[in-house]
């Protein structure tokens, strides 16, 4: 059977991949999450998978922290600015296998912006009792995922929807992955569309642009769901209210979840009508590539200048006819809703 593993930083949306994953269990295994940090923290992301899935029955599925901070954040959260050659500097010692830059100056803590789309809990304000479960030992994921990779190859995913530093760092630390066959489908980054956080970049790109840009470059092949796919896949009020009729936790902590996402989105991008399902998109890609059309890029992530965290080709790849990055232009919209709401609701159902 094939094994799942989602790298989230639980998040609305994240918890929606979540419940997607588990209405899929006759398909999947989900052996494991990892946590990572973007709309939240690694500590509250870690708290947050554990209680989704206490509150949907699922204690069997183990949460592993992750990798806590970027590898060469430009602001630090004492408010410092880094400079250009601090973070090159920073990349490089990352890469040639050291720690990056400033993890002990401050923990790392979300932008007001990541704060006001998912609320500072960073499930929308839902209040659900925490898991009686403890997670795995900090900074547990890397391993983790390393020792699921080698000993399942082409029958693992891993779904990444957060600050991608856990991943980037998992195919450092074992670079012979990169041909074991392991399927990694993100959600991050926009080649047709503009960015969510700037202009040009998408969220979970921006939270670490470095660790992106190797794990685009590393020779790891993946599957990139972007903006691009996410904004056309929209999750209206009506819809949503459809988990009233549960009358189950699960599906009172749904409402109350995507209410406030689609609230954010009606205040702030009004023409989507709906909030965008980015998360669970990238999971059932990932269980089901006919859902997505996609074509072949070799990226980069731009690391500087008013473009940092744009996903871009790589002009010293463009000759390659190796491509290593699957970008999903098209998506089966009304296809995937059904699945959603079809699976989403089964797992809710208690
Ligand atoms: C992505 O950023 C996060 O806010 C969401 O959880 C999603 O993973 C969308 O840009
Ligand atoms: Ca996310």
Known sequence: RKKLILDLDTGIDDALAIAYALGSADEIDLIGITATYGNVAVPLATRNALAVLHLFGRDDVPVYPGVDYPIAPATLPTMRGTTPDERAQAYARWQNGGAGGWQTDAPWSPTPGSVAVHHPNGIGGAIIPDSPRAPEAPGSAVDFIITAAHEYG??????????MTTMATVFRNAPDLK????????????????????????????????????????????????????????????????????????????????????DFYVKNQPEIHGCGLHDPLAVAAALDPSLITTFGFNLQVDLEGPFRGRTIGDRSRLQDFDKHTQVALGVDVSEFLDRFMARVTAAARG
Not at 251 to 259: A, E, H, K, R
Request: net charge negative; with cysteine.
């Open 154 to 163: 082409p029958d693992l995913t891993i779904v990444p929807t957060g600050a």
């Open 179 to 262: 041909d074991s066959g392991v399927n990694v489908t993100l959600m991050g980054g926009s080649l047709t569309l503009p960015g969510n956080v700037s202009p040009a970049a998408e969220a979970n790109i921006s939270q670490d642009p470095e660790a992106a840009d190797y794990l685009f470059k590393c020779g790891a092949r993946t599957t990139m769901i972007g903006l691009d796919v996410t904004h056309q896949t929209v999750l209206t009020r009506e819809k949503a209210h459809e988990w009233d009729a549960l009358g189950t936790p699960a599906g009172d902590f749904l409402v109350t979840m995507t209410d406030y996402y689609i």
